[in-house]
Each structure stands twice: as C-alpha cells, then as structure tokens.
C-alpha cells in the first residue's frame, strides 16, 4: 500500500490542502487527524455568526464523514496527534495506535493567547477560536451568571477579532465596551482616520471603547463580573471575551525536533527542516512571515498540493486584501509589507475612506491600502495596483 | 544580447505580468508595447471614478516612464504590433520598424461589443473600456449636445458594467435609465432575488430600468437624443453609453495563425499553439474559460511568469469573488462553475443577502454564492469553503 499525506488538522487550512491535493492527485492516500469532530466549517465566519443567526450545528458545511466522501480521504475526528518519529515516519495517536506517513503536513492553527488574570473569575472569560468555543459562546450569551440572557459584554483587545465581535454582538442587541492598552482599533492595519472612523461607526451601534487600558483581575460580584482595569478602576459586566491575538501552534513541532520560531518555520515550498514534513496556515511561518488570514491559506495549500503531487512549487503571494467583518463600517486593508517606509494618503468623505500608503522615496509607488464605507467596492481595481507580496 | 520577452499590452495583465516576470527574474530583458500613452492603471476602477471624484489624470497610477524605470523594463508607448512572424520571431510595429522577441505574450484585452445601431446619432453612443474612453464619457458629461450638462443617460446593457455605471452616475446626480433585452440585471451572475434588490436600490437612488427592450437606432432629437426602442417606443436622453458586453482581441493573434475561439486560445501554462506565443488577460480562453475579471488575470500572470522564468507552472484558479461595485447595494458573486447544476438557496433579510448554490444531488455541497448588501464581509470566509475553479 502506498502510504499517505497526512494532514494534521481539520480547519480551513488543513482541508483546502486535502481538496487541492485530491484534485492535483486523484489517487495518493490522504488521512486528515482532527481532534475534534472535523466538520467543515469556515472559522472566519465565528465572528460574524450572531448577525447571520448561525449556530454551532448551522456553521457546519459538512461533517467529517461526508467532507471524507466528497474529497475521497479518510479522516480520523477527536483523534490527537501525542508525537511525530520523523526517522520511522510514524505519527502517535492520542488513543495510542500508530499512523505511517508518506509526508505529513502541519495545519496545526493557533491557540488564542490569554491573558494572566488574576481573580475567582478568571476561568470564566472565553476566547472565540473554534466551534465548541464559539458553542459555548452562545450558550453564555443566553445564560449569564445569574440565569438572564447577557446584557453587557467586556470584550478585551481592540484588534480584528475584537471588533468584529464587538459589531456582532450590536447584532444581537448587545452593547460591549472593548478595552485596550493600545490608543485606537486595529492599529496595527489602519491609520488613525480609518482607525477613529471605525470607532464611531461601531459607538453610533451602541459600543464603548475605553483605550490605554488592561485587565489585571476577573472577579465575581454578585450575579455580575467585575474586571480590574490596569488605570485602578473597575468594569461591571456578564461575560468577559477575550480577543487579544494568536499564538501559532508549535509544541507538537518542536518536540519532533521541527524548527519553530514564532511560527512553525518553513520555506518557500512550505518545507521544514526535516524531510517530509511541511506546515500551512495559522501555523506557519512561511519565509519569516505569519499571516494569519484566509487568503494566504488558500494560496499556500495551492503550492503544497503541487509540490506532494510531484511539482515542486514555491508559493506566490499576490496583494492578499484582508476584510474586516465589521458591517456597520466596511473595511478592507491590504497591508504595506513589514517595514516598508512611506506615508498614507488618505481621501475621506462621509461615505467612504480611501487611504492609500504611498512610499517614502516615491509617492507614485503604492505599497498598500485600506478601503471603508462605499469604498470598498475599488478593492480587487486597487489590489491589481500592487505589486506580489511574494513573487 | 538576450531576446527580449515582449508584452503585448500595457493593461493590468501586461504589466502584472510584467512584474511578476521582474520579480521572478532580474535580468531577462522585458518589453511592454502599447498602442496608448502606456500609464499604469485599473481599467475596472472606470465605473467607479465619478463618485470618487478622479478624472483620467488621476486615475493614472503612474506614466509609462516610471513604470520603465521601477519595473526595470522598455515601455513602447503610442506603438501598434501590426503582424507577429512566429517562424523569425519578430514583431512589426506601427511605426514600420520590427522587434524581435524570445518569447511574446498577448495582453490585448477586449473590445466592447458594438450593437448595429441606426439613426443619425448612432456614432455619439460612447462605451467607457480605457482611460481615453472615460476621458471623452467625463468631456462629454459635462457637455451635452446643447452645451449644458448632462442630465439624462441611457445605458445599453444592465450587466455588470451596465450596473457599475449607472450606480456611478447616481453619485454624480445623474438618473440613468438602463435598457436590457434580458428580464434583470445580471442574470448569469444572480439568482432572480438578488438581481431584483439590487435593481431596487438602485431605483432607490433614482435609476430607471426598462427590460425586455433593445435599442434599434439612435437619433438627434433637437439638443437631445432619441433612442428607438424594440418595442415600437422612445426614449429621450442626453448620451448613450454602450455597455453590451466585451469581445476578446483575437485579430493579431488569428492574422499569425495563432489557434482562437471566443479568445485567443490557449493551455492552462497559457500557451497558444504557436511555440513562444502566449496569452493572458481579457483576450485569453483558458482551458475553454474567458474570465474577463481581476483576480484571474492575476493568477494567470504569476503562473505565466513562473513559466517564462524557466519553471514550467500551470495557472490554478481558487474560488474567485467578483466585486460589483455597486456602493448601493455592495453585491460579490462567486458564480458557480458553468454546467454546474444546482440550486439557490437564499436567506434575505432588509440588511443583506446571502445566496449559496449547492450542488443538485448534494445540498451540502456548496458551489458558488452571491452576496449583498451586509453579506459581503463573509466573502472570504465562504470563498474558502469552496471548491478551486482549476485545481
């Protein structure tokens, strides 16, 4: 028998890979490890699910065994990976079997990062990065402490995820105050016009911002939650949702004696340092750089698909738009690179803002951009403007 | 010295190709001929330009020269290829001189198609396909026959561009009425709801639609207009705009014995029949497909380049959203595969539509989708829950 490309992990990542794959090789065995069910579902959408009035079963394309049917793979659910003998070429099995692999592909994601909270409280703040996660979610947004339905939600962190829940929960009739040590939302994507028009699209919803500050401590108080804030004051509420950022998922890799960094480190074809053994999506650090977002993905189990098909193939970023899912002011951004030096050029009307990042030496080069309100709809023209991320 | 790679075309494919070809390979030398000024722009940024205020100068990102110089290659500007000699391998340009090439890509693009309009004003009617086309549309808005502006336009075609211009002139306070011989705007992109909200936003906003009409001739009507319709009628105006649909450029290719069909026929490497003759972009049939869309040319232009750096690639095709840039009603259609059968199944609220094609014998299968109005912000999220167009 032939052996198969393992796939460890059942999220976006992992399955496009098993698509692309089974399209590029109509015959090589494919086994997808999921320790979850492995239902097929986009994790973008856990953001924005309140508003669609999806739930946890909704959200689920399709489960494991017909997504295993469909691509012709076999997928092993709620099975974890213990350890990868890179020599034997051999995986370990939570419940204790062994899995061979021909090449075994890391689609390992990310954990949310947690805060360390102090406070009888701490355990009860949630993160939003699975669909048991998001389950729990809803089931706490019906239920809070006391047994009403939650009237007040702290959110902590005023990034992409952060936002995107916080114009959700408006959805829902919720307002929530998003805390942050940082000055303004998404600081990191937007200039400061695009970041302050965001804010007030999503406080004409009904949300608070409070910037400059952390949380040190989640206490209970009653039928409530009290959270200490870094400046000595307090924040009543019922649920606390904690969206500081991501932490790609290494552990597994290092103890395989895989070379990891911040992410798992791979080359342009998506390799490690060890044969046979490679890494995509949220857990890969493709060239130095993590972006952990659905396009890359996409692009990077393209190349890997080719490359375990017989055709060694570097994967190729073209200017990748990333989309806040923040309805109440549309917003697109797609990024300068790292470290490019330049200044946004930035055209706002009441409808729409266009901000264009411009180099330092050479306001003719356009190096990125970010599109709100009307002006949205010029995101592929502008895109086209852009040179490759990764050519 | 090394032949040169020549481009034929400076419109988005051209020089994305262009770029991805520099980045892929310092040294070969590339040339890009044109028969315009050669700037670097985004044709699909056309419909859009009148509420964002630009004019045909500042929809140019940059003049050829700069192109030249950041991409590192010869631009010939105001320059025709009249006839390729595939045997020799030289071009003959318009200014009578040839130009060799070691391999020659065609980016001709597409020209709008033509009804064969009667009357006396048949050759007023405008279509707006490049920069020196919106030039005139932008002159000719701001005076009409008579001298004044503009203050009626009918628009030939409720496509997708037909749409995108008449939202376009509602932000210049301008109500087109838009004429199409099919029953609703975008037919082969839309299921029958979405095609009729976005009709009714846009009526919001002041458009008239008349379906089930075409135009027969058009006549001078005093300082007016009068266009005949097909149903025996009249419709008065003050400028026609053409926006039937685009026809591919095959003339150069098919005059060199160069194989074309509705395009300029070509392999999914982009390679036509003829050794060292490519095609991409607009005039390109890939594999059977004409795409005429921005993130297809993009795809075919990083696989191309690939090739012509001396690894043989085959451009693959992702789940690929299409913006219509209709800021009334922000609509983005993934249209399913053609011949795919299936049904729409659709859940509208006053906010938004999200429409999902699944597969007839599978309704877990999902295929395509259409989205609108706060939808849209799940369109990555569901574009990774689909199939690749070309694997």
Redesign the interface.
């Known amino acids: 028998m032939t052996e198969a490309v393992v796939i460890i992990g059942s999220g976006?990542a992992g399955y496009?890979l098993a698509?692309?794959l089974r399209?590029?090789d109509a015959n090589v065995p494919i086994t997808v490890v999921s320790r979850d069910h492995a239902g097929?579902?986009?994790?973008?959408?856990l953001s924005?699910a309140l508003?669609?009035k999806k739930t946890a079963a909704t959200l689920v394309?399709?489960p494991a065994e017909?997504m295993a049917d469909?691509v012709k793979i076999t997928v092993l659910a709620q099975t974890g990976v213990t350890a990868i003998d890179t020599a034997a070429r051999v995986l370990t099995l939570s419940n204790g079997q062994t899995l061979p692999y021909r090449d075994v592909v890391l689609a390992l994601g990310a954990d949310p990062i947690r805060l360390p909270l102090q406070g009888d409280a701490a355990d009860t703040v949630l993160s939003v990065n699975d669909l048991d996660d998001f389950a729990r979610f809803a089931e706490a947004l019906d239920t809070a402490a006391g047994g009403a339905p939650v009237q007040r939600v702290a959110i902590l962190g005023a990034g992409l995820i952060g936002c995107e829940f916080a114009n959700d929960l408006l959805a829902r009739g919720i307002a929530p105050t998003v805390l942050d040590l940082a000055e303004r939302v998404l600081p990191r994507l937007l200039p400061p016009e695009a970041s302050a028009r965001l804010q007030e699209k999503l406080q004409a919803g009904g949300a608070c911002f409070r910037f400059g500050v952390g949380a040190s401590a989640v206490n209970r108080s009653g039928q409530a939650l009290s959270v200490s804030l870094s400046d000595g004051s307090t924040l009543d509420t019922d649920l606390v949702l904690s969206a500081i950022g991501l932490k790609p998922r290494t552990d597994l890799a290092a103890a395989a004696g895989v070379a990891t960094g911040r992410g798992v480190l791979v080359n342009r074809q998506l390799a490690t340092n060890v044969p046979h053994v490679y890494a995509v999506g949220d857990c890969a650090e493709v060239d130095g750089t993590l972006l952990p977002?659905?396009?890359p993905?996409?692009?990077q189990a393209?190349a890997l698909?080719?490359t375990l098909a017989g055709t060694p193939?570097a994967v190729?970023y073209?200017a990748m738009p990333v989309?806040v899912?923040?309805?109440a002011w549309?917003t697109v951004v797609c990024p300068p690179p790292l470290g490019a030096t330049g200044q946004w050029v930035i055209?706002a009307t009441e409808?729409?803002i266009?901000a264009r990042f411009t180099a330092e030496a050479?306001p003719?080069?356009?190096l990125g951009f970010a599109l709100q309100g009307?002006?949205?709809?010029?995101?592929?023209?502008?895109?086209?403007?852009l040179?490759?991320v990764l050519?």
């Open positions: 976006l496009n698509r692309e399209k590029a097929f579902y986009s994790k973008p959408m924005n508003a669609g394309m399709k017909k469909e977002y659905v396009m993905l996409m692009q393209r698909a080719a193939t190729a073209p989309v899912k923040t309805p549309p055209n409808e729409a266009e050479d003719d080069r356009l009307k002006a949205v709809a010029q995101r592929q023209a502008l895109a086209a403007l040179p490759p050519g």
